[in-house]
């Protein structure tokens, strides 16, 4: 783990150059929306090329910016020339994973078939919904919502799940703080110079 | 087991002619043959190849630890089963032990009466049977020598758990069991044990111990080799009492360890964690807060759009509406005498410089943030100063909070009239680590500039502008 600073100030710099690119390539006015966008993507791209696609999240976040077709001009935009590798390793790697994931998936539903079920539920009576299993559920449940939540969960285990959640929060903290400054200092000065 | 024996052979031919080797069986054959007690229940099922290659297995155990003692043994556990082969010589140092140890009561009978008198056919028995349950791991002895001791040890723990040893063998190829630290060398006491009862059977069949000793160095070192390429592969486990110890609910365990410990740095990191407990209700309060995060994220950025109408947002509009000069600047800073304000100054400049690298259209003129208006009310230096400073971004290691720096800021500290006037920034002793840090910072920028792929014609000039300007 980094010291926070240099990460701020890493990201502000990514970021700034992500802005950069875009921001000097398309001259012409644009909505709000298209703006937002454009600036949550290149603030995600930031981050995640501060962390140099070690990560799965990092990775997975630049590898969904490109998957998507109208935001892919705008991530090659923002990430620019000198991050091709970066994108490589990133766009090759979910894939793998995905692929035999699924086919790991096929193998277990032809493992454990109908007949396997059926004896579960017949070992294990209706009223003995234990607490634990409930419990079980919920965390379950809970997990299930974390891997939505954090770019490329989908395709983690539990305990990498939580690693990756460590370091999600941290430099999304970063991302935040960086933000939440350009904003005060942007409505600083528009209040001058009003 | 027979394959075990073949990779066995296979490990040997290299050292041993198929000739040697051939009669090397035809006597142990022959030998085990006369000993009826080898063919005795123990090795019902062996059959004769079998059969040849635990004897064979056994004596090749006993030949390692020569080996070893010989060679002195390059690996650190091997060294210390060594040692305590030394210390075991005497068979009364060996029955203490196993006095001591409690549990290997049956094979000690066996091993001790085997020891001293080389034994009745019940006794004999015994110790074949333990010889087998040793040379039944054959496998993991080739593949690892760490499993070794592991697969040895639940031999002599008795018949009556059978099962318990199946499950043994399995987690040597996965988890390494530790009772207790006690228990490893408990194992290699009777490993000892072991080795020198075989060699007591195996006095009559010199030759085939000669073959198998000029083999059996070389197997040891390659044994101990295997042990040092293995061993990282191995999580030690340490069961306590009444935990299972099958692999499955072994690895679950760990599993669950691991993740507990990472909960718990979550809980460290996510503010209002730590007082829950329980795996669902933490889990609940990171969802929150990551969702927090990305909210905000999506909130500061939907600001940022619709604050700046274009694009390269804060640059051109955020600093080019008042180019105020940026010695009045620094002049107004420098006569309010406010350490903080020159801290300010210096995050300012700094804040300005970055901004000025990126984007060279604003090179031309330092931009300044228009305050010079301002200047005059302290109040709002006091106040404002700490959000540009804060938006800088580049002081986090010290701001916390924004709270905090709003109070370091505006706390005054009067100085001196010649540390104002001080004519260049970089200049300032470090009286806090702000400086240093600033400095550091601002060299870094500098580096940044010059290595960055930017458009650099405009761009060398405006920082070496800054710079002179810096250093006014």
């Known amino acids: ?194 | 087991m027979n394959r075990g024996f073949i990779q066995e052979e296979m490990l040997h031919c290299t050292d041993m002619t198929v000739l040697e080797r051939e009669t090397a069986r035809m006597k142990w054959h022959q030998d085990q043959q006369q000993q009826s007690y080898f063919g005795g229940t123990e090795f019902g099922g062996g059959g004769g190849g079998g059969v040849v290659f635990q004897g064979h297995e056994g004596h090749h155990q006993v030949q390692n630890f020569q080996g070893l003692v010989g060679t002195g043994g390059g690996d650190l556990v091997l060294g210390e089963m060594v040692s305590q082969s030394v210390k075991v010589v005497d068979a009364a140092g060996l029955k203490n032990r196993w006095a001591e140890l409690g549990r290997f009561e049956l094979p000690d009978m066996g091993f001790e009466s085997c020891g001293l008198v080389n034994g009745t056919s019940s006794e004999f028995e015994m110790t074949a049977g333990a010889i087998s349950r040793t040379s039944s791991c054959a496998p993991k002895v080739v593949v690892a020598a760490v499993a070794e001791p592991k697969g040895k040890v639940s031999a002599p723990v008795g018949k009556e758990s059978s099962k318990k040893r199946k499950a043994d063998k399995v987690q040597n190829t996965q988890v390494v069991v530790e009772d207790e630290p006690k228990d490893k060398r408990k194992k290699l006491c009777a490993e000892d044990g072991e080795s020198k009862i075989t060699e007591q059977t195996s006095t009559k069949n010199t030759t085939a111990d000669n073959n198998n000793r000029e083999s059996s160095s070389d197997t040891s070192k390659e044994n101990s080799k295997a042990s040092e390429v293995q061993k990282p592969d191995y999580i030690h486990v340490r069961a306590r009492r009444g935990q299972a110890t099958d692999s499955h609910s072994l690895a679950e365990r760990v599993r669950r360890e691991k993740i507990s410990e990472r909960m718990k740095y979550l809980q460290d990191l996510v503010p209002g964690c730590n007082k829950i407990t329980g795996k669902a209700g933490m889990l609940d309060e990171i969802i929150n807060y990551v969702q927090s995060l990305q909210r905000q994220v999506e909130f500061l950025s939907m600001k940022l759009a619709a604050v700046n109408p274009r694009l390269d947002f804060n640059i051109e509009d955020f600093f080019g509406k008042e180019k105020v000069n940026f010695k009045q600047n620094s002049c107004s800073f420098g006569s309010l005498g406010n350490l903080g304000v020159q801290h300010f100054l210096m995050l300012l400049i700094l804040f300005l410089l970055q901004y000025q690298q990126m984007f060279p259209a604003c090179s031309t003129s330092f931009p300044t943030i228009g305050m010079s208006s301002e200047m005059t009310n302290p109040a709002y230096l006091q106040f404002n100063p700490a959000q540009v400073v804060a938006c800088c971004g580049l002081e986090m290691g010290i701001n916390s909070s924004d709270m905090a720096l709003r109070r370091a800021i505006s706390a005054p500290v009067s100085i001196p009239e010649t540390y104002i006037d001080t004519p260049s920034f970089t200049q300032l002793p470090p009286s806090s680590t702000w400086d240093a840090d600033l400095q550091n910072l601002l060299n870094l920028e500098f580096h940044q500039g010059r290595s960055t792929s930017f458009p650099s014609q405009p761009f060398t000039g405006s920082i070496e502008a800054s710079n002179l300007k810096m250093e006014m």
Request: glycine share 4%.
């Open chain 1, 1 to 194: 783990m980094r010291h926070p600073s240099s990460l701020k100030q890493e990201f502000l710099k990514n970021w700034i150059l992500g802005l950069q690119r875009c921001g000097f390539s398309s001259k012409k006015s644009t909505s709000i929306m298209e703006r937002k966008k454009a600036i949550k993507l290149s603030a995600d791209l930031a981050m995640a090329s501060t962390r140099n696609g070690t990560t799965c999240w990092s990775r997975a976040l630049i590898a969904n910016a490109s998957r998507d077709h109208k935001s892919k001009i705008l991530a090659e935009q923002i990430l620019g020339p000198e991050s091709q590798s970066l994108k490589k390793a990133s766009s090759t790697m979910p894939p793998v994973i995905c692929s035999r994931r699924i086919r790991s998936k096929k193998i277990l539903r032809r493992s454990c078939s109908s007949h396997v079920r059926r004896v579960r539920k017949i070992a294990l009576p209706q009223k003995v919904l234990s607490a634990n299993s409930v419990a079980k559920r919920l965390v379950q449940k809970r997990t299930n919502i974390l891997k939505s939540l954090v770019p490329g969960g989908e395709y983690m285990d539990d305990i990498s799940l939580i690693e990756e959640t460590l370091d999600y929060i941290a430099y999304l903290r970063a991302q935040v703080d960086v933000m939440r400054c350009v904003a005060s200092a942007t409505k600083v000065v528009n209040q001058n110079s009003d």
